[in-house]
């Protein structure tokens, strides 16, 4: 899992979709967006970008194993 927030201080400041703050496309300056998963599409020309926090919630991200490995299968 990457950490943005400790490894900002060591790259900068990097272009990504923000869900918290009013994001403006580098493409054409509007702010009309279509969210994915782990992308922003702007709405008027196309242009992508990552989310900032993209793949660290929802449905299914953690998994855990209560099974064994080699755990008998029920006949």
Same mark, same amino acid.
């Not at 900002?8 to 493409?27: D, K």
């Not at 300056?29 to 990552?50: D, K, N, Q, V, Y």
């Given at each position: &899992?990457?950490? =943005? +927030? @400790?490894?900002? *201080?060591?790259? $900068?400041?990097? @272009?990504?979709? /923000?869900?918290?703050?009013?994001?403006?496309?580098?493409?054409? $300056?509007?702010?009309?967006? &279509?969210? +994915? /998963?782990?992308? *922003?599409?702007?709405? =008027?020309? $196309?242009?992508?970008?990552?989310? @900032? *926090? #993209? #793949?660290?919630?929802?449905? #299914?991200?953690? /998994?855990?194993?209560?099974?064994? %490995?080699?755990?008998?299968? %029920? %006949?």
């Amino acid at each position: &899992m990457y950490d =943005f +927030g @400790i490894r900002q *201080a060591h790259t $900068g400041y990097r @272009i990504a979709y /923000r869900p918290q703050e009013t994001n403006h496309c580098p493409g054409c $300056g509007r702010s009309h967006w &279509m969210i +994915g /998963r782990l992308t *922003a599409e702007c709405a =008027f020309c $196309g242009t992508a970008l990552p989310l @900032i *926090a #993209g #793949g660290l919630s929802g449905n #299914g991200v953690a /998994r855990t194993h209560t099974a064994p %490995a080699h755990s008998p299968l %029920a %006949a």
